[in-house]
């Protein structure tokens, strides 16, 4: 008895092989691509939306750039449930933390919208990843026992 060794055991040796590929799969998962949208332009008076509806609705967390430039206009810029009311008679940088919308009350605003965020192109492998982690932590429990119990 003194003789046995805990990975001699399949279910320990399927177990950790297991564990470890749950670990790997992880790993890849967290690999991380930046991805950025950019639109620019001149608006006129009426209101506008900024930026593409797929992007914005697929990217939660983006990080958001709008430059407004003009010699002389009024308007309106609009993010979330904020308004912020702008006598535009040069050039402003803004980072809005939602979706932009500027209504241009008079005048002619030259833009530049920005966006990026980080896109995971290996997330789908966490589901991989999780069946292996519940089946290699089940082979070791159940080889850790069979050791204990002294037979293979």
């Given at each position: 008895m003194s003789s046995?060794?805990?990975f001699s055991f399949w279910p320990i040796k399927f177990g950790l092989t297991f564990l470890f590929l749950a670990l790997?799969?992880?790993?890849i998962g967290l690999h991380k691509v930046p991805i950025t949208y950019e639109q620019s332009g001149k608006l006129g008076p009426g209101y506008h939306?900024?930026?593409n509806d797929s992007f914005e609705n697929n990217y939660l967390y983006a990080n958001r750039t709008l430059q407004l430039s003009?010699?002389?206009a009024s308007l309106e810029i609009y993010w979330g449930s904020q308004e912020y009311p702008l006598n535009l008679t040069t050039s402003v940088t803004l980072k809005p933390a939602g979706r932009p919308a500027v209504r241009v009350i008079s005048g002619?605003?030259?833009y530049r919208y920005k966006a990026s965020s980080?896109?995971?192109p290996y997330?789908?492998?966490?589901i991989p990843a999780l069946f292996s982690v519940m089946i290699g932590s089940v082979l070791v429990f159940v080889g850790y026992i069979k050791f204990k119990q002294g037979g293979a």
């Open positions: 046995f060794n805990p790997f799969l992880s790993v939306l900024l930026g003009s010699s002389n002619e605003v030259s980080w896109r995971y997330a789908f492998l966490a």
